[in-house]
């Protein structure tokens, strides 16, 4: 069993940047894909972005990429997501997640997951 907990969010002005942090409560395997998904009122759970646990491999949604970065520290258990030039439509609660085995953008195919993060990001 993992247990993801997730911090960082909060209200932010268009522009503006954020870094969430996802901490897991063990080590994960080194099979272990981590990733950051998010879902508002108005849209379905959505892939933002994952990395590989050993081998630092990234992967990023189109609609992030280049404004977010994630990243991990294997010495804290702890995956990052830095997020720059934050948009209104970012706007959303984010979710750290886990799964054993590789990269995946389908959220019904990671086993863990915490309980989110409110993004809000103002005009």
């Known amino acids: 069993q993992v247990q993801l907990v997730e911090s960082g969010g909060g209200l932010v002005q268009a522009g503006g940047s954020l870094r969430l942090s996802c901490a897991s409560s063990?080590?994960?395997?080194?099979?272990?894909?981590m990733g950051w998904f998010r879902q508002s009122p108005v849209t379905e759970r959505e892939f933002v972005a994952s990395?590989?646990?050993?081998?630092?491999?990234?992967y990023y949604a189109d609609s992030v990429k280049v404004r977010f970065t994630i990243s991990r520290d294997n010495a804290k258990n702890t995956v990052y997501l830095q997020m720059n030039r934050l948009k209104p439509e970012d706007t959303a609660r984010y979710y750290c997640?886990?799964?054993?085995?590789?990269?995946?953008?389908?959220?019904?195919?990671?086993?863990?997951w915490g309980q989110g993060t409110q993004v809000t990001v103002s005009s």
């Open positions: 997640a886990c799964r054993a085995l590789g990269y995946s953008v389908l959220w019904q195919n990671y086993d863990y």
């Open positions: 063990r080590r994960t395997s080194s099979t272990y894909t």
């Open positions: 990395i590989n646990w050993s081998g630092g491999n990234t």
